[in-house]
């Protein structure tokens, strides 16, 4: 990786860090800086005079003036743009979307974000829970519920481990509408993250001694998987469409949603081996599986996993996306439909990361005052791009 994938890594890191008030560890394990550099990086994220003089400088931007210096710079076909909100923690210092061309990502040119007054609100936490007998349970934010078997608080539901089903396995099933994510804890300890418009099928209690099955039926996931060591080394698998993920213990990522003919299944910790047809192959860490429903065909590639994993975190973290790429997973999160109507502007890529908490507005905004497109239209849940 060269330095300065190492830097904008780093920064997608520290920025998510800061974004969920924890210690940017990730600086502090990093050795492309000394600590007197970190120590400097430090103290221009806290020190309030640096921060208020900074805002002064930030404030004196002439977006036109500065966009048409910029502009003649870019000698690629796709307009590659650094969507870096939180590039403000070694750039410009604060905590919201600012794009960069990658021709002055170090020349400092950035912009100020700009608000909407009719804000689209992001996604929450919410889910519909299916039981056996076939009732449906809604699962909000800010509410509890309990079943004989689990409770939730509203934000995850968490099943009974010491519960074990001797008899038969009795099936759950958890669907996350457009807009919502949820958690599940299984009753093995297993975590699952669930993203916008998917559905798990799980059982309610594992049979000690026989394989722990899951599956997903389509959506995404990411599972932070109980060690087999645990559970008399019984095998866990994920099965999605036709694909089967088997690991020991072991955190990965799968995205299959009904509207894409691609399955990805990225590991970021242990060993999973993915079985299609009569092939297996073995995934090791920062590997991604990409399997090609239609063709039959797998291919494994070597990636950042944070750009695949950050939405668990609160953070869409993208690189070398396409503008349409991006608004699927943003109209997902956000319940909307978008509708190209300047088709030329699809292509165009980006880099950098996106607060789920952050309203659409905002990224509308910056995106036309960036002339990527002429206007953007809203009518009810439909966004229209011109």
């Not at 399997?291 to 797998?298: A, G, H, S, V, W």
């Amino acid at each position: 990786m060269s330095i300065f994938n190492e830097i904008v890594t780093l920064t997608k890191q520290v920025a998510a860090s800061i974004l969920k008030k924890e210690p940017p560890v990730s600086l502090d394990k990093s050795v492309i800086f000394d600590e007197d550099d970190k120590k400097y990086i430090v103290k221009n994220l806290t020190d309030k005079s640096i921060i208020s003089a900074r805002d002064k400088l930030k404030s004196e931007i002439n977006r036109e003036e500065d966009w048409h210096r910029i502009k003649p710079k870019s000698n690629i076909p796709t307009q590659k743009l650094y969507w870096q909100y939180a590039a403000a923690a070694f750039i410009a210092g604060i905590l919201s979307i600012t794009f960069f061309f990658k021709d002055s990502l170090f020349n400092n040119e950035s912009k100020k974000p700009i608000i909407s007054n009719l804000p689209i609100q992001p996604g929450t936490d919410k889910a519909t829970l299916t039981l056996e007998d076939g009732t449906n349970i809604t699962l909000t934010e800010g509410t509890k519920h309990q079943t004989q078997n689990a409770e939730s608080n509203g934000e995850r539901i968490v099943y009974n481990a010491k519960q074990q089903n001797k008899k038969k396995i009795v099936y759950n099933y958890l669907t996350i509408p457009r807009g919502g994510q949820f958690q599940v804890t299984l009753s093995d300890g297993t975590h699952v993250w669930l993203n916008s418009e998917s559905q798990l099928k799980y059982p309610v209690s594992f049979t000690e001694g026989i394989s722990r099955s899951v599956a997903l039926i389509y959506g995404e996931a990411y599972f932070d998987v109980s060690s087999s060591k645990n559970h008399r080394n019984t095998r866990f698998q994920v099965l999605n469409k036709d694909q089967v993920v088997e690991v020991l213990g072991t955190e990965f990522n799968i995205k299959a949603y009904k509207d894409e003919t691609n399955i990805y299944t990225t590991l970021v910790e242990g060993k999973v081996a993915i079985s299609y047809s009569d092939k297996r192959h073995n995934l090791i860490p920062n590997q991604q599986a990409n399997y090609n429903l239609k063709k039959n065909m797998l291919k494994i590639s070597t990636i950042d996993v944070y750009n695949e994993t950050s939405w668990k975190d609160g953070v869409f973290s993208f690189e070398d996306k396409s503008l349409k790429k991006i608004m699927k997973v943003l109209s997902r999160w956000y319940d909307v439909e978008v509708v190209f109507k300047n088709k030329a502007v699809e292509n165009e890529e980006f880099i950098g990361n996106l607060r789920k908490t952050q309203n659409l507005n905002e990224i509308l905004e910056t995106i036309k005052n960036f002339r990527i497109i002429k206007d953007y239209k809203i009518s009810n849940k439909t966004i229209t791009l011109k």
